[in-house]
């Protein structure tokens, strides 16, 4: 579990830094660096990207708490915990590249795949 855990962080990171990344392409150095008073347009993939950063950070922190539950709690269901882990991490890795390419309905398989991963982790505890 801790290894996916760690994955998961990795994860979150690059979602965080990938938005980033178009804004610094667009501001370029030194108005990045500024006091960036006024947001540029980050034109419709880095606005998939930012969004799916939004939707991610609902979602994380949901994941973080059932995993280290699932550490925590005598009796979990480890196996089960650690495939919904699996699942939610690879289905939000898919998410973002899936929503800056506009791919409608897989996209939605991807988001749907991260809450079935999170409620195996949850049903684990019980």
Do not use: H
């Amino acid at each position: 579990m801790v290894v996916w855990l760690l994955i998961g962080i990795v994860l979150y990171y690059v979602q965080v830094f990938a938005p980033a990344i178009v804004r610094f392409l667009k501001m370029g150095t030194m108005e990045y660096l500024g006091s960036r008073d006024q947001e540029p347009d980050l034109g419709p993939v880095g606005g998939r990207l930012q969004r799916a950063l939004r939707n991610m950070q609902e979602n994380f922190p949901v994941f973080l708490a059932l995993g280290v539950a699932a550490l925590a709690v005598d009796g979990a269901n480890m196996g089960q915990a650690v495939l919904g882990a699996q699942i939610f991490v690879v289905s939000r890795a898919a998410y973002p590249i899936l929503y800056a390419m506009a791919v409608p309905a897989i996209r939605s398989l991807a988001a749907a795949g991260g809450w079935i991963g999170l409620v195996l982790m949850a049903l684990a505890l019980i």
